[in-house]
């Protein structure tokens, strides 16, 4: 069963206990974390001040309507917290992230952040990485045509996501590979081993980034760190 929009609110308030009055705030894209960046804004027009660095344009779009300041990576930004969703989480904590389409820049704030905290139902639990069985990658689109073979070539075939009938374009002009995987034995080496690829820019395989999460199980709320489970 996917989160609902009550389940949502819910486990985004309460993800808002982690976030101190002069935060700067990574606000991740999807249901869950939209929901944070909602109910975010309403702490903000309550007095909160915080900033945010926006994952998406989507999410960026969110959050000004929200009243969120918002501001842009440099050399100067230290996010405390970035707050996002997943769409498999494995007993280590491990993710894989991307079907919404925003895994890069989800992974460059996340790697910015001194914490990610990751906000997911239960049906986002897996023994293991690759039991829903797709794995996103985000490719150049100059280099599709190759790097669909190299990922061929090592068992993972990849269709081009598609949207309205074209070819779906990230924020970043890419295009994305949605790669057909089984349990992920080593998700690290997977990793390094499609980042490998000319013309990869990135997968979707978080390993070893986030250290919290909340995972929203019927009206319980359970919390899990990093190294503890």
């Known amino acids: 069963m996917q989160l609902s929009h009550v389940h949502a609110m819910t486990i ?29 804004g309403k702490r903000v027009h309550a007095g909160l001040r915080v900033r945010g660095v926006p994952t998406s344009q989507a999410t960026a779009n969110v959050a000004t309507r929200c009243g ?23 007993p280590q904590l491990n993710l894989i992230k991307g079907y919404g389409g925003a895994l890069v820049r ?54 081009l996501r598609a949207m309205d009938g074209r070819a779906f374009v990230t924020d970043n002009g890419n295009h994305i590979l949605d790669c057909r995987v089984a349990a992920i034995a080593d998700p690290a080496a997977l990793d390094r081993a499609i980042l490998s690829i000319p013309g990869v820019v990135g997968t979707g395989l978080f390993v070893g980034m986030a ?19």
């Open 106 to 159: 989800e992974k460059i704030v996340a790697a910015a952040s001194r914490r990610l905290v990751i906000l997911v139902g239960a049906e986002k639990l897996v023994p293991v990485l690759g039991t829903r069985g797709i794995l996103p990658v985000e490719v150049v689109p100059f280099g599709a045509p190759l790097c669909r073979r190299r990922l061929q070539g090592m068992g993972h075939a990849g269709t």
């Open 68 to 90: 969120i300041p918002l501001i842009s990576l440099d050399e100067d930004t230290s996010i405390d917290v970035t707050v996002d969703g997943a769409d498999e989480v494995d």
């Open 211 to 229: 250290h919290t999460v909340l995972i929203q199980d019927g009206e319980r709320i359970d919390v899990r760190q990093r190294g503890t489970t």
């Open 12 to 40: 985004a308030e309460r993800a808002l206990d982690l976030i101190q009055d002069g935060y700067t705030v990574g606000l991740g894209s999807g249901r869950a974390a939209t929901a944070f960046v909602e109910a975010l």
